[in-house]
């Protein structure tokens, strides 16, 4: 077993000092009350002594005994006891069977002459329960057989309170309230003395051993047990602690926490009771006598006196830790908690638990380390400072003094095992992960995240990225510097940005993109610098780099201007600017356009005449590559046509803008100088069906309607044409456009078979969009009524439902006109059924489907009257209402 | 250092482990122990309670510190082992007085520890056996393993008579079914299983001995030991 220096001996009174050289005298009992030093000898003297403790520099105490006094007390036996009781100024020495008080200074006895007569043995209540300062409860063990006595002590006198007997003779006694622990002859007992009532503790032979009863606290005693046992037990008959193992012939014991001290024939020995460990052994032959009085141990044997001087804890522990037995030390100082004030002992305890994580990190028991760490509330720089290069250079960090461990680095600590190394670098880095955001970084956040940091890149841990893009304080200088070494170029990029300088970041980007530098952790780092530049709030930056990013990929890149905020490309993105920067990328300067035109819906004539101007110009490009002219239309083309009908702006442009802006244009396309120019280009080019569209947005519509018939000999889109071309009209312009479609399908051009079904298909169909009257003067006299029949009942029907429709107003006109003249005229009037009773009034709710129509105006005629309305057709009032139309 | 609020001990014959029943559940290992001296303690956190689970020591020297470790326990372990039929007369004939000075409604659990070293199996060797002290009868097998000894059944009829003995009712504790455990310390089996269902059916106890009553540390005065009063009470 390993041990521990708890105790030193130091000598207290050296034998000479005693009873000079009567060596038949021996040492009985000793007494010790602050710093007086009572003994009692086997010639019936006391002594008293001063004890002085003094503790030289080196931290070892030594003792000086200055003799007082000594006195026979007068019998011719030895002094078998002495007990102070401070309060009274009075000394208890049994001797001869009984107690005498004497003065505590003069040694001299009470003038009374008050005794406690027939005493074996007695004890003194140190939890007393009368209350009474100016008495001590002692209790004695009587000479009657089995019998027990309290008494209370004055100053002068004593007095006997209670009187028990036993069921066994006693041998020794200890008091704490009303309970007496005692030994009997063959067990030991808690008997309390106000109840009578008695509790075995368990048997033990005191005839053949000594036994041992001894006070520690409060309702605690240590008994010697069988075996050798030091046991303890409570005033309830229970043992809360476990038992300490002592040797079988133990003479005495002392309690000076938490150590248990015992003394044999050889050895003074020590137990925890903490842990019930045997600590320290001290060579002490003859010893006969071990007490403690309040803290203080004292030893001796039959000639001489000692102390046994605790170690300060704290150095106790410090060995412990010394040789790495933490578990020790922590009970050590959790048992001491108690001992010393609050706060002293929290600052103690923290460093313990600190030194004790050291331990445990160096043996890379990194659970138990943390645990420790973050108990003992570590400084986290203690341990990054293990860590080589971890700590910035501006830390102003310094090692606790005096030092925590006894590590300069991790090198020493795991003599350049790398795998170790590692594992405490991964250690250190979950560690600092996790305090990072608690209270443990406060004050040196820098210090912390940069370590992290430094590990991260070390490690090519994925955190890093993580680290530098959400909240961090990695110092720049540090950290950069790093991040360079282990050429961690994007994640440099990242510090920069964090640390507002988003030229540097960019920069660095551009130069991996460009393949100057070589960092690989991002694949899609273009992109990467597009989204950067398009979140951007520095234009200045983004017109740096526009350039390269367009040259890269001009889709792509345009992102940086089209994908950006709207509010914010207004404020500070002139997009005049950005058209002339993308000038050299057509398929950038495209994608801005339509993002202008179609996103942005800019009302802006320039840029959706510039828009039609490059779609067309594309189209123009991609056309002779395609095989005949019934390729399929190409999305732009479908961009271009989509655009030439949706907008309205670039005819605008043309018309107004030709001399100044359009010049511009010119000069990119020479060939577009007017808008019929264009229409000739788009013709010429075979793009009929543009070509058609901007016959349509000039009013062209005759042309435009020809191509799409005559060139195209494409129906629908005739007809379609006719649609979008009178969205937004009045009617009667659509009705021009269809008859103008018509007059095509029917009028003089190259002629096809197909055209008079077209046109008849066309009436038949869109009835509605045409006049009649009109049509049929057209039509050719050959066509049968069959073929336009659905053409001519709808035409008929149409012109029967205006004609009533007509007839209906014109008569609520009337009537209205009546009811105006009534209520001006005053006079009886019946109006003539003519304009609703002959022609048939159904026709009106039945085609219209509203009955109530009418019928409220009918009774509110009648209302008007307040008399059956017309007695002529002797209707009742009641609308008529026909269905047989 | 924190109360415990209850307290279970382990009793039983020497040699029989209880030290290592105790140190395989609270440290998970198996190491080799020595003959305890005196007694020791644990403090086990369970849920919200701390139960401090007492090793005594089983040598004879000791056995008049049982009843002081006894007092007030809310639960006894009481071990034997299943290759020793000597063990389980034992804890009738010499522990089961030590208990007089538990808690009334102390709960007992009877573990024959140490089936490893017997054949494998419940009930393989001599069904009819019984628990005589002694060698096993036939001696046919050539195992290095011996034939167990002890069969639950005598443990749960042990049980029985330690309900006789206390004058407790079966239907007022736990079957002895439940009650009745073969472990093995070294190979951990059924370990953890005894002292959990132990620490279970323990807490209530507690809480019924601390809802009922003040603190025992003024009980001697009003009240007189449960073991003297029983059986005066009883017909």
């Not at chain 1, 990190?361 to 203690?382: I, N």
């Not at chain 1, 889109?717 to 649609?723: G, T």
């Not at chain 2, 510190?65 to 034992?90: H, K, P, W």
């Not at chain 2, 025992?216 to 005065?221: E, G």
Request: proline share 5%; with cysteine; glycine share 6%.
């Amino acid at each position: 077993m390993m041990s521990t220096k708890a105790f030193t001996l130091v000598p207290a009174v050296e034998r000479e000092q005693l009873m000079g050289d009567g060596e038949r005298v021996s040492l009985e009992c000793v007494e010790c009350c602050g710093r007086n030093l009572y003994l009692g000898t086997s010639d019936c003297f006391v002594y008293h002594f001063l004890l002085e403790e003094k503790t030289v520099p080196g931290g070892s105490a030594t003792f000086t005994a200055t003799k007082q006094l000594h006195r026979h007390l007068g019998f011719k036996k030895p002094v078998n006891e002495l007990r102070a009781a401070s309060a009274l100024y009075r000394l208890l020495a049994l001797c001869d069977g009984s107690i005498t008080l004497v003065h505590m200074l003069s040694l001299e006895p009470v003038p009374s002459g008050a005794r406690i007569k027939g005493a074996t043995a007695f004890a003194l209540n140190e939890n007393p329960v009368s209350g009474d300062p100016f008495c001590v409860e002692v209790c004695i063990i009587s000479v009657k057989r089995r019998t027990i006595q309290v008494f209370l002590v004055y100053e002068d006198r004593v007095q006997i309170v209670r009187e028990l007997s036993t069921p066994e003779q006693p041998l020794a006694v200890a008091v704490d309230g009303h309970f007496l622990c005692l030994a009997l002859t063959t067990q030991y007992i808690i008997l309390n003395y106000s109840t009578g009532v008695a509790q075995d503790l368990f048997p033990f032979c005191s005839e053949e051993k000594r036994p041992i009863v001894k006070r520690i606290g409060r309702q605690e005693f240590l008994l010697a047990g069988p075996g050798g046992l030091g046991m303890f037990a409570t005033v309830a008959g229970v043992s809360q602690r476990a038992p300490v193992h002592w040797s079988e012939n133990v003479v005495g014991a002392a309690v000076c926490f938490p150590y248990v001290i015992a003394l044999d024939s050889e050895f003074i020995t020590v137990h925890s009771m903490l842990d019930q460990q045997q600590k320290q052994t001290l060579p002490f032959k003859e010893g006969h006598i071990l007490q403690d009085f309040e803290g203080r141990v004292i030893v001796a044997t039959s000639k001489g006196v000692y102390v046994l001087v605790p170690l300060p804890l704290e150095k106790q522990i410090q060995d412990l830790l010394a040789s790495r037995r933490v578990e020790e030390a922590l009970v050590l100082a959790k048992g001491a908690r108690r001992n010393i004030p609050k706060e002293k002992f929290q600052v103690m305890y923290r460093r313990i638990l600190q030194q004790a994580g050291f331990i445990q990190f160096a043996q890379l028991q990194f659970l138990e380390a943390k645990e420790l760490f973050r108990s003992g509330q570590l400084d986290v720089r203690e341990l990054i400072s293990l860590y080589p290069f971890l700590l910035p250079t501006s830390s102003s960090f310094t090692r606790s003094h005096p030092p925590l461990h006894e590590f300069a680095d991790l090198n020493q600590l795991t003599q350049g095992d790398q795998e170790k190394v590692a594992r405490c670098k991964h250690f250190l880095m979950s560690y600092l992960n996790e305090v990072r955001s608690t209270e443990v970084a406060n004050g040196y956040k820098e210090d912390v995240d940069t370590a992290l940091l430094k590990l991260y890149t070390e490690a090519d841990h994925d955190s890093l990225l993580d680290l530098l893009v959400t909240e961090n304080f990695c110092l720049l200088a540090d950290s950069a510097a790093w991040l360079e070494k282990h050429k961690k170029y994007f994640a440099l990029g990242l510090l920069y940005h964090y640390n507002h300088q988003d030229a540097a970041a960019v920069q660095l980007w551009v130069r991996i993109v460009n393949g100057d530098i070589h960092d690989c952790t991002r694949s899609d780092l273009y992109e990467y610098v597009v989204d950067f530049l398009t979140d951007s709030l520095d234009p200045d930056l983004v017109w740096q780099y526009a350039d390269w990013v367009l040259q890269k990929n001009p889709e792509v890149g345009v992102q940086v201007f089209t994908k950006r905020p709207v509010d914010e490309q207004e404020s500070r993105f002139n997009p005049d600017d950005i058209i002339s920067c993308l000038k050299k990328y057509p398929q950038a300067l495209v994608k801005y356009l339509e993002h202008l035109v179609m996103d942005r819906r800019l009302q802006k004539e320039e840029y959706h005449t510039h828009l039609a101007v490059l779609y067309l110009d594309e189209v123009l490009q991609q056309r002779p590559s395609a095989s005949g002219k019934d390729a399929d239309v190409t999305e732009t083309q479908a961009k271009l046509r989509r655009l030439l009908q949706k907008s309205d702006l670039y005819r605008v442009h043309f018309l107004l803008v030709a001399a100044l802006d359009w010049h511009r244009l010119a000069r990119a396309l020479p060939f577009l100088t007017s808008r019929s120019h264009l229409t000739d280009r788009t013709r010429g080019a075979g793009l009929p069906v543009e070509s058609a569209i901007l016959h349509g947005k000039l009013e062209q519509h005759e042309e435009a309607l020809r191509i799409l018939v005559h060139e195209l000999a494409d129906f629908p889109a005739a007809e379609d044409y006719c649609l979008w071309c009178s969205e937004g009209r009045a009617p009667p312009y659509r009705q021009r456009l269809f008859h103008l479609l018509l007059a095509v399908y029917l009028g003089p051009g190259p002629s096809a078979p197909e055209l008079p079904v077209a046109a008849a298909d066309l009436l038949n169909r869109r009835a509605a969009e045409f006049d009649a009257a009109r049509v049929l003067q057209l039509l050719p006299g050959s066509w049968s009524v069959q073929l336009l029949c659905p053409f001519l009942t709808g035409a008929v029907r149409d012109s029967v439902h205006a004609r009533r429709t007509t007839q209906v107003a014109v008569g609520l006109a009337r009537s209205e006109n009546l009811i105006y003249k009534y209520d001006k005229g005053g006079k009886e009037i019946c109006p003539s059924p003519e304009p609703w009773s002959r022609p048939c009034l159904g026709g009106w709710s039945c085609y219209y489907g509203s009955v109530p129509a009418f019928s409220i105006y009918w009774k509110m005629l009648r209302a008007r009257h307040r008399a059956p309305f017309c007695r002529k057709t002797g209707d009742t009032g009641s609308s008529p209402v026909c269905h047989n139309y | 250092m924190r109360k415990p609020d209850g307290k279970i001990v382990l009793l039983g014959d020497m040699n029989v482990g209880k030290t290592s029943l105790l140190q395989r559940y609270m440290e998970r290992r198996f190491p080799d122990t020595v003959s305890t001296v005196g007694g020791a303690f644990y403090l086990k956190q369970w849920r919200s309670y701390n139960i401090s689970i007492w090793d005594t020591a089983g040598r004879e020297q000791f056995h008049g510190l049982g009843s002081m470790y006894c007092r007030g326990a809310a639960a006894v372990i009481l071990t034997y082992d299943v290759n020793q039929a000597q063990s389980l007369l034992e804890l009738e004939d010499r522990f089961l007085g030590l208990t007089d000075t538990a808690s009334a409604d102390c709960l007992f659990a009877v573990v024959g520890n140490k089936v490893d070293l017997s054949e494998e199996g419940p009930g393989e060797g001599g069904q009819e056996g019984g628990h005589g002290p002694g060698p096993a009868g036939g001696g046919g097998c050539a195992a290095p393993r011996l034939p167990k000894q002890v069969q639950p059944e005598d443990a749960v009829a042990f049980y029985k008579k330690i309900l006789k003995y206390k004058m407790l009712d079966e239907k007022d504790v736990p079957a002895a079914e439940q009650m009745c455990f073969e472990t093995s310390a070294k190979t951990g089996h059924n370990v953890d299983l005894l002292f959990e269902t132990l620490f279970d059916t323990v807490v209530p106890v507690i809480l019924r001995q601390r809802a009922q009553g003040p603190p025992q540390t003024v009980d001697i005065a009003s009240s007189r030991p449960p073991a003297r009063t029983r059986p005066a009470c009883c017909a």
